[in-house]
Each structure stands twice: as structure tokens, then as C-alpha cells.
């Protein structure tokens, strides 16, 4: 009997001396590991994603690239341009008035809008070319359109309508951008800079009276900063 109470006695305390606790730390700590890999491969990174928002460097390295881009904003910007012609011919026939006239004038120059911010995008972060001189005069060509395209529209609607409120935010938001693209194409292409002065400036001039000048202002301190 007391061997039997002496064996047992002996199977408790070897129990108890054995390093149970430390295996199961140690169980404890792996599980904590593998919880944390487990975090890490439950967010794993979507490659995807970070490749998607990762900012592309826009360059424009090839003058025919640029070329191609300005003459593609000319065409979007005439499509866009051309329905202020419709609005105005309403005004004239009576269609119109012209408080509604110019409402229906804004969402056009905001689409205007819109495609000159496309090519600042893709013009931002290019550099200066080396341009040949049949390249530069087709580019200076393609600028002077582009701008000879807005300022139309907005002589057209403003002399139509008048300088309506609403017509005054947008616009001038649009000689902003316009102003931006101009500086861009100045930056690859400085050789265009005297052609650009010569060209806008009779332009600038025609419209520059009191009721325009707010508007026009991005414009002229564009010309003004290249003339000087």
C-alpha cells in the first residue's frame, strides 16, 4: 500500500516538475507567429491595385507624338465648340432667351474644359524637344487653332448673350486650363514662343474689352510672362 502511495506520489511530483508551462509558451508563441503570417497573407498586397495607382510618367518624346496630340484636342475641342454655334443661331431666331441660352452654353465649355485637362495630363512631365523647324511651325499651327477654337466660342456666345453670370466661371475656368496647356507646349517647344506672341496677341486683342477682360485674364499673363 505504501509502496503503491509512494509510486503515485512520484508519477504526481514527476508531473509536476516536468516543463509543461514551457511547451505550452511555446505552443503559444508559434500560434502567435502563424496568427501574424496569417494576418499578413490575409492582407497580402494587391499587386494590381498599388501597379494601377502608381502614377505613369506621361512623356512626350517624339514631336509627331505631339503633333498627333494637339491636332486630336483640336478636333474634340471644334466638335464641342460647334454647339455653341446652335445655341446662338437660337438666340438670333428667337428660339432662345438669352438667360436660357447661356445655361445651355455651360455644359459645352465644360466639355471643353474637360478636354483640355486631358491634354495637360499628357502633356505634364514632358520636356524640351529638339524640334525640326517644319515640326515647330505645325505645332505653333495647332496651338494657335486650338486657342483661335475657344476664343470663337466665346466671342460667339458672349455676343450673343452677353456675359451672363453663369457664363463667367466656366469660362475663365476654361482660359485657366488653356493658359496650363499653352505653358506646356511652350516647355517642349520654346522655339514657337515669338510665332505664339505674333498669333494670339491680335486675338487676345479683339476680345480684351471691358465685358471680356476678367474672363481673359489667364491668357494675357500667359502672354504677358513669354513676352517678357
Do not use: W, Y
Not at 28 to 37: D, E, F, I, R, S
Not at 106 to 113: Q, W
Not at 116 to 131: C, F, I, M, R
Amino acid at each position: 500500500m505504501k509502496a503503491t502511495f509512494f509510486s503515485v506520489f512520484a508519477l504526481a511530483i514527476s508531473a509536476i516538475a516536468s516543463p509543461v508551462p514551457q511547451v505550452n509558451n511555446a505552443v503559444g508563441k508559434v500560434n502567435g507567429v502563424a496568427g501574424t503570417v496569417t494576418g499578413i497573407v490575409n492582407k497580402k498586397v494587391d499587386v494590381k491595385k498599388v501597379v494601377d495607382e502608381v502614377p505613369v510618367k506621361r512623356a512626350i518624346a517624339d514631336p509627331q507624338v505631339l503633333i498627333t496630340t494637339l491636332k486630336t484636342t483640336v478636333h474634340k475641342v471644334n466638335a464641342q465648340t460647334t454647339g455653341i454655334n446652335e445655341i446662338v443661331e437660337k438666340v438670333k431666331s428667337g428660339a432662345l432667351t438669352k438667360d436660357a441660352a447661356a445655361l445651355q452654353a455651360v455644359p459645352v465649355f465644360e466639355a471643353v474644359h474637360v478636354e483640355l485637362t486631358s491634354v495637360v495630363t499628357k502633356l505634364t512631365g514632358a520636356t524640351g524637344l529638339k524640334v525640326a523647324d517644319v515640326d515647330v511651325s505645325a505645332v505653333l499651327s495647332n496651338v494657335v487653332v486650338l486657342v483661335s477654337e475657344v476664343l470663337t466660342a466665346v466671342k460667339s456666345i458672349v455676343a450673343a448673350t452677353g456675359l451672363q453670370p453663369q457664363l463667367i466661371s466656366v469660362l475663365h475656368s476654361v482660359f485657366q486650363i488653356l493658359a496650363k496647356v499653352l505653358t506646356l507646349v511652350v516647355g517642349i517647344v520654346g522655339s514657337i514662343v515669338p510665332g505664339l506672341i505674333a498669333a494670339l496677341t491680335p486675338l487676345i486683342a479683339d476680345l480684351s474689352n471691358a465685358v471680356l477682360a476678367p474672363v481673359l485674364t489667364p491668357i494675357t499673363a500667359f502672354l504677358a510672362g513669354v513676352a517678357a
